[in-house]
């Protein structure tokens, strides 16, 4: 009988060679196969673990798509209105008789304002819809619009069309207030509300303008309607309504999947934010279309507006690399600003803190905000595109840009009271960038 003997190592020592060599081979085998089907479960295991993750990140996003994305609930509320004769308006025949206004990408970031792509027959828009009893914003801090008693409601039935011109100019002067030529902007925004321009406003024509006229955007864009840098109000129904699409609806940045996005560290993605931005002198050329829009805003017909929330992903360009904005809902009127703040209680400074960007002291011997805005709207424009426009700068430009932009920062106060300061620092700085870039073919 063979036999053989193996050491405190597992090794065969002892015995006729065929035999070890056997049971070596042997020993050898199990391991393999043991050792394969120790990788089989653990490769099963992280499969597993893998398909679960995912099926929970697909369920989350999912979640979050329906909650977030409710625009067949928003067109059939505002169609349900239309039928009925509640409301009416250049866009509610194609929206819900003849459908050719369609609801295309979403793009909604809180469930209350609905925003998707569109296409209105030949026109491509974007697509902006309220939900809920909402009339208009409250200047609270968390930036939620507050509900009123029932959309719609008003002008009620009876109501003769002086009276509702009267409440027009009435709230009109409540929100931009006292103005020379107010008559003026109810006049325009009467003529936004004459939708099939028969020279007569309908009371569901009148309705859907009250709800709109709540809206800072929509009453920024007919105020604003002729200038270079606002979207075209396009038309509307109820509270819905279309503007002009922005080709670009961001300054800079690479788009990934949302997958990637999750996993990317901020530092490094604001890093590939800089890298992937268009040529410097169409930059200089959208940051001219900034400031531009900040002499629109402060400086405009109808009073002055407060930007309470300048960051890059409200603001886009054309393919001629003109700035557009791409959503206004946070410029506000200075009147309603300074009125809401006179009224806000504080102890801290922090407490008196509109939006983003919009923010005064607190006085705390009367524990009330104060209605000075700490910084200006050039402030903000220039601090939020400080490293966008100095990246890649020219070096015969780069220093004196910088010093101008620092100059800028440093702007405190609203801009009525340093007005001198303010637009010399404005001009130069679009006096700089222009001479550079006049003469390239980027402009």
């Known amino acids: 009988m063979a036999w053989c003997v193996s050491d405190s190592r597992g090794r065969f020592r002892e015995g006729p060679k065929p035999a070890c060599r056997a049971a070596e081979e042997s020993c050898v085998l199990m391991c393999v196969e043991a050792r394969f089907s120790y990788l089989r479960m653990k490769y099963l295991f992280f499969s597993w673990l893998a398909v679960f993750i995912s099926s929970w990140v697909v369920y989350v996003q999912y979640s979050s798509y329906t909650e977030l994305c409710r625009g067949h609930e928003c067109k059939k509320t505002i169609c349900d209105k239309y039928r009925r004769g509640v409301i009416d308006g250049s866009a509610c025949s194609s929206l819900c008789d003849k459908d050719t206004l369609y609801l295309g990408k979403c793009l909604s970031s809180k469930p209350n304002n609905q925003v998707y792509t569109g296409s209105w027959g030949d026109l491509e828009g974007v697509i902006k819809c309220q939900m809920g009893d909402i009339l208009q914003y409250d200047l609270g801090a968390d930036m939620e619009p507050r509900k009123e008693a029932m959309l719609f409601d ?259 106060g609203s801009a009525d009271q340093m007005e001198m300061e303010h637009s010399l620092i404005l001009n130069n700085l679009k006096t700089l960038l222009w001479k550079k870039i006049s003469n390239t073919k980027d402009s």
């Open 154 to 412: 008003k002008p009620t039935k009876g109501t003769s069309v002086e009276k509702f011109k009267e409440m027009v100019f009435s709230y009109l002067k409540a929100k931009v207030g006292e103005q020379a030529n107010l008559q003026d902007l109810a006049n325009l925004v009467l003529s936004v509300a004459d939708s099939n321009k028969d020279g007569h406003i309908s009371l569901p024509e009148a309705k859907s303008a009250w709800a709109l006229l709540q809206l800072n955007e929509v009453l920024l864009m007919v105020i604003l309607q002729d200038k270079e840098h606002t979207p075209k109000l396009l038309g509307f129904c109820g509270n819905l309504y279309v503007a002009e699409k922005v080709e670009y609806t961001s300054l800079y940045g690479l788009h990934l999947p949302w997958l990637l996005e999750l996993w990317i560290p901020s530092g490094v993605r604001r890093s590939m934010d800089q890298w992937f931005t268009p040529s410097w002198p169409r930059k200089a050329k959208i940051f001219i279309g900034l400031l531009e829009l900040v002499e629109d805003v402060f400086h405009g017909p109808f009073g002055n507006f407060l930007m309470c929330d300048v960051s890059a992903t409200n603001f886009g360009y054309n393919e001629k690399h003109d700035l557009k904005a791409v959503d206004l809902r946070r410029v506000v009127p200075e009147a309603a600003f300074r009125e809401a703040m006179r009224d806000r209680h504080c102890d801290v400074d922090a407490d008196c803190v509109y939006g983003a960007d919009c923010s005064t002291s607190c006085d705390l011997t009367k524990r009330r905000c104060s209605t000075d805005v700490i910084q200006p709207n050039l402030a903000k424009a220039c601090r939020m595109l400080k490293d966008y426009i100095l990246r890649g700068a020219p070096l015969d430009v780069r220093e004196e840009l910088e010093k101008q932009l620092y100059s800028c920062m440093a702007l405190k």
